[in-house]
């Protein structure tokens, strides 16, 4: 029988007129046994990744008898699986993990079948390559998170919405794709295709291996009308930043297009209008986080919000791992798994075109009303709340995240 857990209430408070979202308080677990779960952080500094801590540590927790082990700073496969080591050491069941380094994950779920704890990758996807050879280890649990085709088109997408709007002298920021980030890779992969096939733009080579290329490239359509620039590098930890300033202080420009985030060099861009004395479009792909949500709110000098553009993820994405991982711990593994393979599950992108839009996908992705993914949506999923919940019903619930999925249970 599926045991009752008060549903958690979310609320919205008016802080000097404009409105704050916050989990609000929830009544404490008090049956069972508690379980540990460690979450693996490529940065627990980074934006997105805060805004999946903060959906485990504050919904999570006072849903669920579990707590969070969480990582710091995992800049290897070697870093990941000292941190599993560590976990396991400190009571750890399950792995959660947003590091998820593709060269690595055979060695890490080697680490984890050492360690006997169960691993599922909570917002990435997995190669085919990699996942014929780990799909059948039981400590495996699988992966949540957007295809690649899904983060191809969130390259071309942003770009079409750019070229609409005048878009002509643009930097495209690649962040890590020239050090292995695929996802980055694929997403200034779908830019530059758009721009090759909408705007006429000369590549002297394929898109896909431009997107790679560790070098400051210029790039221009055959009349010289439209001007591109791949400034490639992480603003932390890279040369990113040192590229973009260069890039900046060689010529104006119209339109920043990131593969990642952009909140860190903000005040770059804002620098550079004020000196070309015209506003600089921003787009980024990468998650729908309270510091885009404070910077939507801000006004340039030109009065417009900083950023134009959002596509990415939001914080209850990473539910469905969670539930991947306490099926697993708690003995039903078999309510993921069917026949005991690994599953790869996808999830679709959001899309804020505007401060309003943002506002209100933020609101239903952070609790406003409710939750995109709620603890009564997840215990729907989770064997020892709900003894009917199958793999089928499990994928339904992980794969209806788009929008209107999301508003029907919410609403």
């Known amino acids: 029988m599926k045991k009752k857990i008060l549903s958690l209430i979310l609320c919205a408070a008016l802080l000097n007129g404009t409105q704050e979202m916050a989990w609000a308080s929830a009544e404490t677990y008090s049956e069972g046994e508690i379980h540990t779960i460690g979450v ?158 909408k705007a006429g733009l000369v590549l002297p080579e394929s898109a896909e291996e431009l997107s790679k290329t560790d070098k400051t490239t210029e790039l221009t359509d055959k009349d010289g009308m439209v001007h591109v620039t791949i400034c490639p590098g992480y603003t932390e930890g890279g040369n990113g930043l040192k590229n973009l300033e260069a890039v900046l202080s060689s010529g104006n420009c119209n339109t920043l297009m990131s593969a990642f985030h952009v909140s860190t060099y903000l005040d770059k861009i804002s620098a550079k209008e004020k000196e070309q004395n015209s506003n600089i479009m921003v787009g980024a792909i990468d998650s729908f986080s309270e510091q885009n949500f404070e910077i939507f709110k801000e006004k340039d000098s030109f009065g417009n919000a900083p950023i134009d553009y959002v596509r990415g993820k939001y914080a209850s994405m990473a539910g469905p791992a969670f539930a991947m991982i306490y099926n697993a711990i708690t003995g039903s593994a078999d309510a993921v798994k069917e026949d005991g393979e690994a599953v790869r599950l996808y999830q679709d992108l959001w899309t804020a075109k505007s401060e309003e839009e943002y506002i209100e996908l933020y609101g239903y992705a952070t609790g406003i009303y409710e939750n995109a993914y709620s603890c009564d949506d997840l215990m729907e999923v989770i064997r020892q709340f709900d003894a009917d919940t199958d793999p089928q019903k499990f994928k339904e619930l992980t794969e209806a995240s788009d929008l209107e999925s999301v508003k029907e249970r919410i609403f």
């Open 40 to 197: 693996a952080m490529y940065d627990p500094d980074s934006a997105e990744m805060e805004m999946f801590a903060s959906y485990y540590r504050d919904y999570i927790e006072a849903g669920f008898p579990v707590k969070f082990i969480f990582s710091g700073k995992i800049a290897d496969t070697q870093a990941e699986c000292d941190f599993i080591d560590e976990a396991k050491a400190n009571g750890a069941e399950g792995i959660i993990s947003f590091a998820g380094f593709a060269d690595g994950l055979q060695d890490v779920i080697k680490t984890c079948e050492k360690d006997e704890i169960y691993y599922a990758l909570g917002s990435n996807s997995v190669s085919d390559e990699n996942y014929e050879v780990i799909r059948d280890n039981p400590w495996y649990m699988g992966s949540v998170g957007p295809d690649l085709e899904a983060v191809y088109e969130a390259g071309c997408d942003m770009t079409e919405f750019f070229l609409d709007k005048g878009a002509g002298n643009i930097v495209i920021m690649s962040g890590g794709a020239s050090v292995g980030n695929r996802l980055h890779q694929v997403r200034s992969w779908g830019m530059l295709n758009t721009l090759e096939e």
